[in-house]
């Protein structure tokens, strides 16, 4: 059996930079066990499966697909650069004729769309609450932040599993991206199950060099296989509820600055969701032999 496969980068417009996603489209199902399969063998943060609902359904013509995400390791409720490379691949590359694609998914339906030369995903809005410091986070955090750097600010998501950190004022952009960070070790730290992904967040800077963003993040999910993960949707959509919060905007710039770095635009939306866009490259085309 022959299953088409993409790499695509999402979240810039450039190959080599932001983050990468393999997309599989199944013409038929596969063996539940293949998805794992493909996915450790494609050693990515993500490897999508779009699916079709129904026999009749069309690459080409269809509005509605089914969508699953799996690490090299597990399969994740919600994966915001996969889906963006799911929508490039209809739009782009099977020519797609709808304006608005609807993906199912574990996180329920997300919808996708064309802006110009970006895509914009709509994506659930998970908010944040303060979060008491206990002795595992601690511990955790000493190994994430070598040199013990300030905390300005410690936020949990219970929808997501994900523990926001925001690093002193103090700190700019160039501070977040010299940080060394071993993330393999959080794995002995945090074995409660309680945490399954690490934000590391700055306030943008009004002036100098990086002017521009609002802020500025770095996500690691050794939890899920993943020790650093380039460019994360899914971590924006908790980091959007914050700093909309913290700096009393709903229309925002990001930038996650790991070692291949990607842009967001980010608009809160009135119906508790929010969109977030960006631009994709293409940068593989072939067929996996089953």
């Known amino acids: 059996m022959q299953v088409p496969i993409f790499t695509v980068d999402a979240f810039t417009n450039r190959p080599f930079s932001g983050n990468p996603a393999a997309v599989c489209l199944l013409e038929n199902d596969l063996d539940e066990d293949l998805h794992q399969k493909i996915a450790t063998e494609m050693n990515l943060s993500e490897t999508a499966f779009i699916r079709k609902l129904h026999p009749e359904d069309d690459f080409t013509k269809s509005s509605c697909f089914g969508l699953r995400w799996f690490t090299p390791a597990n399969e994740v409720p919600l994966c915001g650069h996969a889906t963006l490379a799911s929508a490039a691949v209809l739009f782009h590359v099977q020519k797609n004729t709808n304006s608005v694609l609807t993906f199912v998914t574990l996180s329920g339906e997300l919808k996708a769309r064309q802006v110009e030369d970006h895509i914009v995903l709509d994506l659930p809005l998970y908010i944040t609450y303060p979060q008491v410091i206990f002795l595992c986070v601690l511990y955790l955090f000493h190994q994430a932040a070598v040199g013990g750097m300030i905390v300005q600010d410690l936020r949990y998501s219970p929808d997501t599993k ?34 399954k992904g690490l934000i590391l967040t700055v306030k943008g ?23 650093e993960d380039p460019v994360t949707g899914s971590a924006h959509a908790v980091l959007s509820s914050y700093w ?4 009393g905007k709903k229309e925002m710039l990001a930038f996650q600055c790991s070692r291949r770095g990607g842009e967001l635009k980010i608009s809160l939306r009135n119906d508790g969701r929010v969109d977030i866009a ?10 996996l032999t089953l």
């Open 278 to 287: 960006g631009q994709i490259a293409i940068v593989l085309k072939g067929n």
């Open 205 to 227: 800077n009004s002036s100098g060099k990086h002017k521009g963003h609002d802020f500025y993040s770095r996500y690691f999910a050794p939890w899920y296989g993943i020790l």
């Open 162 to 195: 994900k523990l926001l950190v925001r690093l002193s004022d103090a700190y700019d952009r160039s501070v977040l991206e010299k940080l060394q960070v071993s993330a393999q070790s959080f794995l002995s730290a945090e074995k409660t199950g309680k945490v």
């Open 244 to 247: 909309s919060e913290q700096l």
